[in-house]
């Protein structure tokens, strides 16, 4: 199966701008290479390549938010494969205060994976500030676009814009923008795409602040289900076992505890002590547990 190439795309820049229509394009290009395409407003058009072909129709189809957070499941992830998806004014629904969020920590996850899945997205937003950084990582452009008739009056508004890329991941030009510090200008003449999207059209804004919430799947990986004592015992035994091993057979409590505690250990000092000496393990001196005696038992 031939390589695909995932990438991720942000445009930002101020409002009318040319950012959705960028994106548009993008999208455009994508469905006439028999790409598909997703996106959260439609895209639609005919198009003949020349006179002897015949009239096609391309249009995207909806972008599934929801959907999206079930990529692991295999008919979903058949679905987005290898497509493109258009996520307009992404900041609103993945705000950057709320990148604690349960759900942007899942579409962080999300786009972590998309080389995996051969799948790119494009994102908008007006400030960049306000996009989540768990979408941001794996940016591999960022381009600031501007309507050009801002600059020249005389130019009609939305028929040519501005792009300055940044190459973030290097994908572009083969130099990060990290270490090159360069940047790249681009004229997008967008007329062509004035048709084949609503530029006033606008989605449900109530819908991109809906909580999404799911139960979270738990598996026990241990075949008993334990106390906190008994895993606790449990765990101070394979220690002393590991003591032996490495022939330690008198330990410093402090040591022993701090062991026991990235061990697992869920308890204080005195309560390992407690433990400690119930599986056998003698005090030595004030601070010293001497493993020697227990030894002679055998520690499953």
């Not at 101020?14 to 290009?29: H, V």
């Not at 190459?167 to 790249?184: A, K, L, P, V």
């Not at 967008?190 to 999207?197: E, R």
Request: aromatic share 12%.
């Amino acid at each position: 199966m031939p390589y695909y190439d995932s990438h991720v795309k942000v445009y930002h820049g101020p409002r009318r701008g040319g950012k959705t229509a960028s994106a548009t394009g993008d999208g455009a290009i994508a469905l006439l290479n028999s790409q598909n395409v997703f996106s959260n407003y439609p895209i639609d058009f005919w198009f003949k390549e020349n006179e002897e072909s015949e009239t096609k129709h391309y249009k995207s189809e909806p972008l599934l938010l929801e959907e999206l957070l079930r990529i692991d499941d295999p008919e979903v992830q058949n679905k987005y494969r290898r497509s493109l998806c258009i996520w307009d004014e992404t900041a609103l629904s993945l705000y950057s205060r709320n990148s604690q969020a349960v759900v942007n920590k899942m579409y962080g996850l999300i786009i972590t994976l998309i080389g995996k899945l051969e799948l790119s997205f494009d994102f908008t937003t007006q400030f960049i500030s306000l996009l989540d950084k768990n979408i941001r990582i794996q940016e591999d452009a960022l381009i600031f676009c501007s309507d050009l008739s801002f600059k020249y009056p005389h130019l009609q508004r939305g028929s040519v814009i501005s792009q300055i890329w940044q190459d973030i991941s290097g994908r572009y030009t083969g130099e990060m923008y990290e270490y090159s510090n360069q940047t790249y200008q681009q004229t997008f003449y967008d007329k062509w795409v004035w048709n084949i999207y609503d530029t006033l059209g606008t989605f449900d804004i109530l819908k991109a602040q809906e909580k999404i919430t799911w139960d979270q799947l738990r598996e026990n990986v241990s075949e008993y289900e334990y106390t906190d004592n008994e895993a606790n015992i449990e765990i101070l035994k394979h220690l002393i076992n590991e003591y032996e091993a490495m022939e330690q057979y008198k330990i410093p409590q402090p040591i022993m505890y701090r062991a026991a505690k990235t061990r697992g250990f869920s308890g204080k000092a005195a309560d390992m002590g407690q433990l400690l000496m119930e599986v056998g393990v003698k005090l030595y001196g004030t601070n010293i547990w001497d493993i020697r005696p227990v030894l002679e038992k055998v520690l499953v």
